[in-house]
T-cell receptor
Framework: DTAVSQTPKYLVTQMGNDKSIKCEQN?????MYWYKQDSKKFLKIMFS???????INETVPNRFSPKSPDKAHLNLHINSLELGDSAVYFC????????????????FGPGTRLTVL | DQQVKQNSPSLSVQEGRISILNCDYT??????FLWYKKYPAEGPTFLIS?????DKNEDGRFTVFLNKSAKHLSLHIVPSQPGDSAVYFC????????????FGAGTILRVKS
């Protein structure tokens, strides 16, 4: 009954490879996010999707391509992996509304630790 | 440029005493603030939040105080328990569509029994 799940939990790969990380939420939320936690431990937003529509793209290299097949899933595909891509990637979800400014907490998955060798 | 700063990398507190974690922000457009708690190898877990129209919000042992003029917020945990030992992240949002959260670097809290 995990709310936000990610697979895999660990991913070790060589430079230049292409890899994907999957995320699923069963909370019925309509907005999903990808965050990157780098070696300095900062959590920084990469992308946000609302109802399968991209709404935030934080100047992430175009080697990173999120895909949202439906509201419950947001996958992250990374092409031509580089050493600097090594980090922990967190998926999150929340429920947005359109009635003005609304604040909702985001629920995070357990993270995927990506190591590029 | 860090818009949300947690200047104390770590804090050590005796069980039963108060833990005070601090957070400063620079962006005056931020009007909603959250605290998350994170255990190793897990994702951040939402703890408590506060809107800029308030200066205090309580939830059990956790209280968040907001000083808008100083652009400062703090999380008080009373009494502290060993299970509170974790990394605490402060986050802020300007409430725009997309609900982007800007996080601080985190503070490691150790509660000693």
């Amino acid at each position: 009954d995990t709310a936000v799940s990610q697979t895999p939990k660990y991913l070790v790969t060589q430079m230049g490879n292409d890899k994907s990380i999957k995320c699923e939420q069963n909370l019925g939320h309509d907005t999903m996010y990808w965050y990157k936690q780098d070696s300095k431990k900062f959590l920084k937003i990469m992308f946000s999707y609302n109802n399968k529509e991209l709404i935030i793209n934080e100047t992430v290299p175009n080697r990173f391509s999120p895909k949202s097949p439906d509201k419950a899933h947001l996958n992250l595909h990374i092409n031509s992996l580089e050493l600097g891509d090594s980090a922990v990637y967190f998926c999150a979800s929340s429920q947005q509304t359109h009635s003005g400014r609304l604040y909702n907490e985001q629920f995070f998955g357990p993270g995927t630790r990506l190591t590029v060798l | 440029d860090q818009q949300v700063k947690q200047n104390s990398p770590s804090l050590s507190v005796q069980e039963g005493r108060i833990s005070i974690l601090n957070c400063d922000y620079t962006n005056s457009m931020f009007d909603y603030f959250l605290w998350y708690k994170k255990y190793p190898a897990e994702g951040p877990t939402f703890l408590i939040s506060i809107s800029s129209i308030k200066d205090k919000n309580e939830d059990g042992r956790f209280t968040v105080f907001l000083n808008k003029s100083a652009k400062h917020l703090s999380l008080h945990i009373v009494p502290s328990q060993p299970g509170d030992s974790a990394v605490y992240f402060c986050a802020a949002s300007d409430g725009e569509y997309g609900n982007k959260l800007v996080f601080g670097a985190g503070t490691i809290l150790r509660v000693k029994s």
